[in-house]
C-alpha cells in the first residue's frame, strides 16, 4: 500500500539470558478482572441496525461492506456472520463529500469509523480507467483534528489504493488510516474530524518502474466523525505474561547484567487497562512486545490475528501497545485473546 507507515519496534530484541530464563519457566500467571461496557442505547440501536441492515452503503459496487467480506473471507475463509455485519454496520456512515479540480472530481463517499483505525471509500471521475490498472495519488496528508494524542508521542498510518471499478467507470479506492493513541480517546466519539489532503493522480506502476502521473490537481476534505459506535468493550484490569514475550529498554553488559540507568528484567510482563474493541485490542505494559501477534479467537473457533500494531513511550517509561483487527469483530463473539502461546480467557 502506498504511503504506509505505523510506527512499530520489531528492531528491539530480548537478550539471550532473558529468553533462557524464560524457557525455564514452568508456569504462567493470569490475574484478571473483566468488567463489560455497553452502551445504554445499545438494544434500541441493534433493533434499529436489524431494520435498516441490507440497505446501509446502497451505492455502486464494490462497498465497504463487500470490501470487509472479502477481506474476512481472505483472513478466515469464512462468510461474516450477522452479528459481525450489524457491527460494521454500526460504525459505518454515508459521506458523499466531493472536490473538484479541473475536470476531476474526487468524492468520500462512505467512512468506517472504530477506536483508533478508519476505512473510508474514495470515488474518482473524470478519467478514462483502465480497469486493468492500480490508481493513487503521489502525495497525501491524511490527520485527525484536534489531535488526539494530544502532543504526546504516537503514531500514525495509511495508505490509499484503488480497489475497483464501478458500473459507470469510476474508480474506487479504499484509504485504511490507523492511529496509536495512548491517552485513551477514541476516534469514534464524536470529537474529532478526518482531514484529507490529496495531490495529483497517478497510475501505480510495478516492478521498480516509477509511477505516471495522469493528472495533476488537489482535492481536499473535512469529515466530521461519528460519536461512539454501539460496539461494547471489554476491559481487563490487570493480566501477567511470561517475559517472552516482551522486551525492556536495557543493554546488557558482558556479565550479563543491566546498564547503569536502564530498566530491569522481570520474570513477568505487566499489562493493566487492556480493553477490547471492535477494531483493536490496547494496553499499557511495563515493557514492550517482542514480535508477539494478538489473536482474537471466537466462539466458533475462529481465530482472528492482528494486522498490526504500534507503540507509545508514555513518560513514567512504560509503554502503550495497540494492535489492529483486519476487520471490524463483534465484541460479544469473543472468548479470548492470545498473546503469542499466552492465552486470556474473557469468561
Avoid at 484478571?32 to 452502551?39: A, F, G, H, Q, S
Avoid at 458523499?96 to 476505512?119: A, F, L, Y
Avoid at 515493557?287 to 475462529?302: K, P, S, V
Amino acid at each position: 500500500m502506498r504511503n504506509i507507515y505505523r510506527e512499530t519496534f520489531d528492531q528491539i530484541r530480548a537478550s539471550e539470558q532473558l529468553r533462557e530464563e524464560v524457557r525455564k519457566m514452568t508456569k504462567q500467571e493470569h490475574i484478571t478482572t473483566v468488567k463489560l461496557r455497553i452502551p445504554k442505547t445499545a438494544l434500541i440501536a441493534a433493533a434499529l441496525a436489524l431494520v435498516l441492515a441490507g440497505t446501509a452503503l446502497a451505492v455502486a459496487s464494490p462497498t465497504l461492506r463487500e470490501w470487509f467480506e472479502k477481506k474476512w473471507a481472505e483472513e478466515t475463509s469464512s462468510q461474516l456472520k450477522e452479528s459481525q455485519s450489524l457491527v460494521i454496520d454500526s460504525l459505518t456512515q454515508k459521506v458523499g463529500i466531493s472536490d473538484t479540480s479541473g475536470e476531476v472530481t474526487v468524492t468520500v463517499d462512505s467512512i468506517t469509523v472504530g477506536t483508533s483505525q478508519i476505512w473510508a471509500l474514495l470515488d474518482v471521475e473524470g478519467w478514462d480507467f483502465d480497469r486493468n490498472a492500480q490508481y493513487s495519488f503521489d502525495r497525501m496528508r491524511v490527520e485527525i483534528v484536534p489531535d488526539p494524542s494530544e502532543g504526546q508521542h504516537g503514531g500514525a498510518g495509511y495508505g490509499l489504493d484503488s480497489i475497483g471499478f464501478t458500473e459507470d467507470g469510476r474508480c474506487r479506492m479504499l484509504l485504511e488510516f490507523s492511529a496509536t493513541i495512548s491517552t485513551g480517546n477514541q476516534l469514534n466519539s464524536g470529537d474529532y474530524a478526518l482531514e484529507i489532503d490529496l495531490n495529483d493522480l497517478i497510475r501505480c506502476r510495478t516492478g521498480g518502474a516509477e509511477d505516471e502521473i495522469l493528472y495533476e490537481g488537489d482535492w481536499s476534505f473535512s469529515i466530521p466523525l461519528t460519536p461512539e459506535s454501539l460496539s461494547p468493550v471489554i476491559t481487563i484490569d490487570r493480566v501477567q505474561l511470561p517475559s517472552n514475550q516482551m522486551v525492556w529498554d536495557q543493554t546488557d553488559d558482558e556479565d550479563g547484567g543491566t546498564a547503569e540507568g536502564t530498566a530491569p528484567r522481570h520474570a513477568v510482563a505487566t499489562l493493566t487497562d487492556l480493553q477490547i474493541t471492535a477494531t483493536e485490542v490496547s494496553f499499557y505494559c511495563d515493557g514492550l512486545m517482542d514480535r508477539t501477534r494478538a489473536t482474537a479467537i471466537l466462539a466458533d473457533g475462529t481465530e482472528v490475528e492482528d494486522h498490526g500494531r504500534g507503540g507509545s513511550r508514555m513518560e513514567d517509561g512504560s509503554w502503550y501497545v495497540s494492535f489492529d483487527w483486519p476487520v471490524p469483530l463483534d465484541v460479544t463473539d469473543i472468548i479470548a485473546i492470545r498473546f503469542g502461546d499466552t492465552e486470556i480467557p474473557l469468561n
